[in-house]
Every structure is written in structure tokens, then in C-alpha cells.
């Protein structure tokens, strides 16, 4: 699988998850139940996205971070 390819899968996958939440925001612990991996691989997926643009991320205390998608363009 070509490293496009497998960034659009994971971007693809981030997307639905934000989709079917009801929250605005999500942790990475969050994320990793959904997706059913760790919380350190969905965190470096979403660091990941955060590097591509493609979610947002903000810290909110001393360990704590929340991601949401940009906006579409």
C-alpha cells in the first residue's frame, strides 16, 4: 500500500469517527476506542492529521488535548 494511500485510509477512517460523534471534539483515548488500537497510535494518527491539516488541536490542561476537523476549504 503507497503512503497516499494509506493516509487518505486513516484520514478517511478520523473522518467517520468525528462524523458519528456527538461531540464537537474528541481525545485521542476517544478516537482509540472507536478505531479499536491504542491510544499512542491514534494519537500519532492524529498528530499526524494535525501535521496534514487535516483536524485541529488544542491543549486544555496539563495532559489533556482535544482534535476536531478544519473546516473544509
Request: proline fraction near 5%.
Amino acid at each position: 500500500m503507497s503512503t497516499v494511500t494509506a493516509e487518505t485510509e486513516m484520514n478517511e477512517e478520523l473522518t467517520r469517527v468525528f462524523n458519528e460523534s456527538d461531540d464537537p471534539v474528541l481525545t485521542a483515548p476517544e478516537v482509540a476506542a472507536e478505531l479499536e488500537i491504542t491510544q499512542q497510535a491514534a494519537y500519532r494518527r492524529l498528530k499526524r492529521a494535525n501535521d496534514h491539516g487535516f483536524v485541529e488541536r488544542k491543549k486544555t490542561g496539563s495532559r489533556s488535548v482535544v482534535w476536531w476537523p478544519t473546516e473544509p476549504n
